[in-house]
């Protein structure tokens, strides 16, 4: 393998590894885009139980799901003045920010933590709100219209949330049956979010269904490298033996 760090699917029967040039820029951080992919703040919302009961984890699904991939969001403990939250912490600028408990508070203090527009936060909730509303068309198994609602939030240009948007609008393709849309969509993703490993599994499974075996491996792999922790999930587990399954079946002459 590629490295120390990286991590084989299979731990009786290794194959191929995850290729030099690409591992190394998972290493490094990602490509020269959006900051070499790296994370260049953070912010913090308290969960404890007096912010949970006035909303923080609305307001941490919010932040999560309209933070660009250089700032990451993360639950928090106490932050200190309990019963004037919820209450966000932004770092490394250290400021404190209370009653942020509506999806316009939120919005407001990520567009103000990255510099964006002001002008950009109603599309960016609008986004956010479509992309939701995607989710639920893709739970009820329409995936045609999910992609429709995805192709709307992606048009809106939000300032955040991009690359969560092309991964559901990946994995919707998939269910209809666009694979290279599937797979044009994850790359596109792992453009704006190198380390984004559940990019790596749409990109993986859209490998898998145009049965790309090899290369779908080494997708799951990278997103096994960057999420260790993925191997325990039961549905990384059945993609590895389905892969499995392909790959044996593939070398029987």
């Known amino acids: 393998m590629a490295g120390a760090a990286s991590q084989s699917l299979f731990h009786s029967s290794p194959r ?32 404890n139980r007096a912010c949970r009961k006035q909303g923080s984890f609305q307001t941490l699904e919010i932040l999560t799901g309209i933070a660009p991939p250089s700032v990451s969001v993360n639950s928090s403990g106490c932050l200190g003045r309990c019963g004037a939250g919820p209450n966000v912490a932004v770092l490394p600028r250290g400021l404190i920010r209370n009653h942020c408990g509506t999806a316009a508070q939120a919005a407001s203090l990520m567009c103000e933590s990255i510099g964006a527009s002001s002008a950009d936060v109603a599309k960016t909730l609008e986004a956010f709100t479509i992309r939701k509303r995607a989710e639920a068309e893709m739970e009820k198994g329409d995936f045609a219209e999910a ?78 490298q960057i999420e260790p922790s993925m191997r325990r999930s ?20």
């Not at 191929?16 to 992919?37: D, E, H, L, W």
């Not at 892969?243 to 070398?251: C, V």
């Open 147 to 224: 992609e429709i609602l995805l192709s709307r939030a992606i048009d809106l240009k939000p300032f955040g949330g991009l690359h969560i948007m092309l991964k559901f609008r990946s994995a919707a393709r998939l269910g209809t049956g666009d694979y290279s849309g599937a797979l044009e969509d994850a790359r596109e993703a792992l453009e704006l979010a190198p380390r984004y490993p559940e990019a790596y599994l749409c990109e993986g499974d859209a490998f898998m269904a145009m049965e790309q075996y090899d290369a779908a491996e080494e997708s799951y792999s990278i997103c096994l």
């Open 234 to 253: 039961k549905s990384f587990k059945k993609r590895v033996s389905n892969l499995q399954e392909k790959l044996t079946a593939s070398e029987v002459p």
């Open 16 to 47: 191929a590894a995850i290729r030099p040039s690409r591992a190394s820029a998972i290493r490094a951080g990602g490509n020269n885009n959006n900051n070499n992919g790296k994370e260049t703040g953070e912010i913090r919302v308290c969960t």
